[in-house]
Nanobody, 121 residues
């Protein structure tokens, strides 16, 4: 089993950048692909980005590509989400997840509690 805790969220202004972190503990971090998802108020949870176990392969959803980037440091048991040029529509709770590499939430077995990102315009 793996435990995940996100950090780095907060209140920022439109155009700002923010980097989210997700620290993992428990079973071997590098055994899992990692993903970031987000859920805005009144909306379904949405896939943001995924990264393979080694970090050599990444995938970011098309609508966020160019502004968001996922990375990981297996030595630190941490996955990151770099978010640039933030917009008000990026306001959401952001979750990290561990599981199989995909864009579907159903393939991720472990989830963090989430971190709130609020972008003011």
């Amino acid at each position: 089993q793996v435990q995940l805790v996100e950090s780095g969220g907060g209140l920022v202004q439109a155009g700002d950048s923010l980097r989210l972190s997700c620290a993992a503990s428990g079973r071997t971090f590098s055994s899992y692909a990692m993903g970031w998802f987000r859920q805005a108020p009144g909306k379904e949870r949405m896939f943001v980005a995924a990264i393979s176990r080694s970090g050599s392969v990444t995938f970011t959803t098309a609508s966020l590509k160019g502004r968001f980037a996922i990375s990981r440091d297996n030595a630190k048991n941490t996955v990151y989400l770099q978010m640039n040029s933030l917009k008000s529509e990026d306001t959401a709770v952001y979750y990290c997840a561990a599981g199989a590499y995909s864009g579907s939430a159903s393939t991720y077995n472990y989830w963090g509690p989430g971190t709130q990102v609020t972008v003011s315009s």
